[in-house]
C-alpha cells in the first residue's frame, strides 16, 4: 500500500470517530449536546451560553392531548414558574415540522405564549427537527434536566402518570422538579431515567 494512502487512512479515522462524537444519542452523566436555535421573539439561543446555570429542556406540540393535561391544568406553568424562581433557565423547545400537528410560526407562538401563560425563558421553535433529533426526543413532553457544568442529570418524563387525563397532575410524583430539587441541594439526581410519555415528536418526513 502506497505511503499517501497509509496517511490517508490514518487520518481519515480520527475525522471519523469524531464525527461520530458529535452526533451521539445523549446519555446520563454525559456532556448535553450543544445547539443554536430561534425562540418566537426572534432571539437566538444557544445552551452553552448558560453554562453555569441548571438548564431545563421542555418538548412540546401544542396540539398533542398529554401537553393539554400539564398546560390545561397549570402544571407546566407552574413548575416552569418554579424553576426560573429559582434562577434556572426553561428552553419549551416545538420541533413540529410545517403541516405536521402542533407546527406554529412566530406569530402563532407568540399568541400561544400570552394565551397560555406560558413561563418558559424561552421557546425555541425547531421546525427542522435540528435540535429534536439531536436530542432524540420523542415525545411531547420529553423532558431533559441539565446541570451547572453542562452534563445531562436527567431525561424522560415529566411524571408517573402516563394518561392525558389531567386529574391525574393531583399527587403524581414529578421527576422534573424532584430532579431540579436534588441539584438545587448539590446532591445527585435520585431518579435519573425515565420513560417519556406523549404524543411522538412531529419531525418532517
Request: glycine residues 8%.
Amino acid at each position: 500500500m502506497a505511503y499517501s494512502t497509509l496517511v490517508s487512512l490514518f487520518t481519515f479515522v480520527p475525522l471519523a470517530l469524531l464525527a461520530v462524537s458529535a452526533q451521539a444519542a445523549p446519555g446520563i452523566g454525559k456532556p448535553a449536546p450543544d445547539f443554536t436555535g430561534t425562540d418566537a421573539a426572534g432571539f437566538v439561543v444557544t445552551l452553552s451560553d448558560f453554562q453555569g446555570k441548571i438548564v431545563v429542556l421542555e418538548w412540546s406540540n401544542p396540539g398533542c392531548p398529554f401537553v393539554h393535561k400539564h398546560y390545561d391544568s397549570g402544571n407546566m406553568q407552574a413548575l416552569q414558574s418554579y424553576a426560573t424562581s429559582k434562577g434556572l433557565v426553561w428552553l419549551t423547545i416545538n420541533s413540529s415540522a410545517p403541516g405536521k400537528q402542533g407546527h406554529m410560526d412566530a406569530a402563532l407562538a407568540k399568541d400561544y405564549i400570552a394565551k397560555n401563560k406560558v413561563a418558559a425563558t424561552h421557546y425555541i421553535l425547531d421546525p427542522e427537527g435540528k435540535i429534536g433529533r439531536l436530542y432524540e426526543a420523542k415525545t411531547t413532553p420529553h423532558m431533559f434536566v441539565i446541570d451547572a457544568n453542562g452534563t445531562l442529570a436527567y431525561m424522560g418524563a415529566i411524571d408517573d402518570k402516563p394518561t392525558p387525563d389531567p386529574a391525574s397532575v393531583e399527587g403524581a410524583k414529578n421527576y422534573v422538579r424532584a430532579a431540579i430539587d436534588d441539584l438545587l441541594a448539590g446532591k445527585p439526581v435520585a431518579t435519573a431515567s425515565t420513560q417519556s410519555y406523549g404524543c411522538s415528536v412531529k419531525y418532517g418526513d
